[in-house]
């Protein structure tokens, strides 16, 4: 079946740090890949998404390149901001024209002054 | 701007009680989905709706019903609460053009529900 492991929080980072959270998938032919953040009290927002191999989604400084070799989907931003402080979650929508997503337990971010 | 927006916002049930979630958005959007949220388990697809007049059960549908009479509104029903049922629940919308899997969804604020 379909399934998306994010790696274990929380994860908690100096202001201006280099942010890595994982995430790999397990699923049945071409599934789109999101990112989405959830701030303290709020719905989730669409943070980039990726629909095809080898696609790059990026916003606001966040970046993820869907590796379908290694069937991953990390996020990646080069300087955190006390900002970012939040919880994300990776998710994935099958191939099915339903646009269900499948998401990750979330990985919460606490960024330090 | 409105986008998603869920009612109640906060609710206390007592076990066996029942009530209804209700979901309302202005983008047109013709698929619209309940989550909902755990801690450590992330969302759960409780149901969803691919247009007006059809629902669909999706991962957790045990104890909840939906309708979608209106194609801007979303309703989930719990007949008879369950401490179980104790979670936030998020709804959201999709477009469906262009193939829905690659369409971004929209989420409400959520409803934070507690059962007794």
């Known amino acids: ?113 | 701007n409105a986008g998603v927006t869920q009612t109640p916002k906060f609710r206390v049930l007592k076990t066996g009680q029942s009530m209804t979630l209700l979901c309302a958005q202005d983008m047109n959007h013709e698929y619209m989905y309940w989550y909902r949220q755990d801690p450590g388990m992330g969302l759960r697809l409780i149901h969803y709706s691919v247009g007006e007049g059809t629902t669909a059960k999706g991962e957790v549908p045990d104890g909840y019903n939906v309708s979608r009479l209106k194609k801007q509104n979303f309703l989930l029903g719990l007949e008879s609460a369950a401490p179980s049922q104790t979670s936030v629940y998020f709804c959201a919308s999709s477009y469906s053009n262009q193939g829905a899997s690659r369409q971004p969804q929209h989420f409400g604020d959520g409803t934070r529900l507690s059962i007794l």
């Open chain 1, 1 to 113: 079946g379909n399934s998306v492991t994010q790696m274990e929080g929380p994860v908690t980072l100096s202001e201006e740090a280099f942010l890595t959270i994982n995430c790999t998938y397990t699923a049945t032919g071409y599934p789109s890949l999101f990112w989405y953040v959830q701030y303290p009290g709020e719905g989730l927002q669409l943070l980039l998404k990726a629909t095809k191999a080898d696609d790059k989604g990026s916003n606001k400084g966040f970046e993820a390149t869907y590796r379908k070799e290694t069937t991953s989907f990390h996020l990646e931003k080069g300087s955190v901001q006390v900002s970012d402080s939040a919880v994300y979650f990776c998710a994935l929508s099958p191939s099915s024209n339903t646009g269900k997503l499948i998401f990750g337990q979330g990985t919460t971010l606490q960024v330090k002054p």
